[in-house]
């Protein structure tokens, strides 16, 4: 079963959002596998946002994300990787559809509400940044059959 990360960015956090970021990936079917509160260190935020290293907002962006805290989460399901993303809405919340989480919530680029991972291949190198393998958590929820038609396919 794919999985992705999923991070509710400082902006979120204070303003009250993670339950209603978290209760709409409930709400698709998606498997909440991991989840946590945490502040990211200066060399967390350095290393999840590498490829930006060198690019004129880098300094900022860390220095935002460790602002305060996130919410950060590891979502499973079938295509969760892009049914996240489109979820989430566009980066600039002014470009994101009405019914996003950043069309309805996000206030500006900087101030977009969440992180999502943009590749499967993202999605497994930010949950071995995140995540110990011990903190994701294997369950069966009894409604599975109800989200999926073939659960265990």
Do not use: C
Request: charged content about 25%; cysteine-free; proline content about 7%.
């Amino acid at each position: 079963m794919e999985r992705t990360f999923v991070m509710v960015k400082p902006d979120g956090v204070q303003r009250l959002l993670v339950g209603p970021v978290v209760s709409r990936f409930e709400q698709k079917g998606f498997k909440i596998v991991g989840l946590k509160m945490m502040r990211i260190s200066r060399e967390l935020a350095q290393r999840h946002y590498g490829e930006h290293r060198g690019k004129p907002f880098f300094g900022p962006l860390v220095d935002y994300i460790t602002s305060g805290p996130v919410a950060a989460m590891v979502l499973e399901g079938p295509g969760v990787v892009e049914a996240v993303r489109g979820m989430m809405g566009a980066t600039n919340p002014l470009q994101a559809g009405p019914g996003t989480i950043r069309g309805d919530f996000g206030t500006d680029i900087g101030r977009n509400v969440v992180h999502g991972s943009d590749s499967a291949a993202s999605a497994a190198r930010e949950i071995d940044l995140f995540f110990d393998a011990r903190e994701l958590v294997e369950y069966e929820r009894s409604l599975e059959p109800w989200i999926l038609e073939n659960p265990h396919a």
